[in-house]
T-cell receptor, first 115, second 111 residues
Framework: KAGVTQTPRYLIKTRGQQVTLSCSPI?????VSWYQQTPGQGLQFLFE???????NKGNFPGRFSGRQFSNSRSEMNVSTLELGDSALYLC??????????????FGPGTRLTVL | TQLLEQSPQFLSIQEGENLTVYCNSS?????LQWYRQEPGEGPVLLVT?????EVKKLKRLTFQFGDARKDSSLHITAAQPGDTGLYLC???????????FGDGTTLTVKP
C-alpha cells in the first residue's frame, strides 16, 4: 500500500499571500488530520476530516481552513500568511480517528517558509 | 483539555547505554501510540498499546502502558546511533475523536 503523500514538500511564500497544501491518505483511510509542527510548540492539532466533514478543530484562527473530497484526499488553506505560520505542516491518515485505536500514519510534511 | 507530558525533553547518551522515556497524563486514554520522527520527515508509528499494564517489545524497544491507562514508558536497551530522533507519544480518546500528542523527547545517541 502506498503511504500518505503530501504536496508540495517545500514552499516559500511572502506575508499576506495564501497557500494551499494537499494530502492524499492511505487507500481505504477515511480520516485525515492536519498538524502544525514548530520547534517551540510541538505538534499542534489543526483539524480533522472524516467522510468530507470536519469533525474536530484545534485552536487556530479562521485563516486556517481545510476540506476533504469524496476520494478522502484533503487540502488545507492558509490565507493572509504571517511570519509565525512558518512551520512543518503534517497530514495524518487513519481508518477512523473516533475509534479506540487511533493509529495515524503521517506524510512527510510540507515545509512552509513565510518571508 | 487532555495533556501529555513527556520527560526528559532532551537526552544525549553514548552508544550501548540504556534509556527510558516517560509519557504521563492525568487523563485516561483508550490507547496510546509511540512515534519516532527524524528531521524533516513525518512521525513513524512504532507501536500501539491498548490494555492497562500491557507490555510490547519491538527488538530493543520495550513499551509499557500504565495500569490506569494514564501513562506509558519507552525503554531502549543498548541504544544505537540509528535510534536518534524525536520520540512522540500520543493518547487516543474515543470521546474526543482525536489524539493528543506530547511535546516529544529528542534523543541523540553518540557513536
Amino acid at each position: 500500500k502506498a503511504g500518505v503523500t503530501q504536496t508540495p514538500r517545500y514552499l516559500i511564500k511572502t506575508r499576506g499571500q495564501q497557500v494551499t497544501l494537499s494530502c492524499s491518505p492511505i487507500s481505504g483511510h477515511r480520516s485525515v488530520s492536519w498538524y502544525q509542527q514548530t520547534p517551540g510548540q510541538g505538534l499542534q492539532f489543526l483539524f480533522e476530516y472524516f467522510s468530507e466533514t470536519q469533525r474536530n478543530k484545534g485552536n487556530f484562527p479562521g485563516r486556517f481552513s481545510g476540506r476533504q473530497f469524496s476520494n478522502s484526499r484533503s487540502e488545507m488553506n492558509v490565507s493572509t500568511l504571517e511570519l509565525g505560520d512558518s512551520a512543518l505542516y503534517l497530514c495524518a491518515s487513519s481508518l477512523d480517528s473516533g475509534t479506540r485505536v487511533n493509529e495515524q500514519f503521517f506524510g512527510p510534511g510540507t515545509r512552509l517558509t513565510v518571508l | 483539555t487532555q495533556l501529555l507530558e513527556q520527560s526528559p525533553q532532551f537526552l544525549s547518551i553514548q552508544e550501548g547505554e540504556n534509556l527510558t522515556v516517560y509519557c504521563n497524563s492525568s487523563s485516561v486514554f483508550s490507547s496510546l501510540q509511540w512515534y519516532r520522527q527524524e528531521p524533516g520527515e513525518g512521525p513513524v508509528l512504532l507501536v500501539t498499546v491498548v490494555t492497562g499494564g500491557e507490555v510490547k517489545k519491538l527488538k530493543r524497544l520495550t513499551f509499557q502502558f500504565g495500569d490506569a491507562r494514564k501513562d506509558s514508558s519507552l525503554h531502549i536497551t543498548a541504544a544505537q546511533p540509528g535510534d536518534t530522533g524525536l520520540y512522540l507519544c500520543a493518547g487516543a480518546n474515543t470521546n474526543a475523536g482525536k489524539s493528543t500528542f506530547g511535546d516529544g523527547t529528542t534523543l541523540t545517541v553518540k557513536p
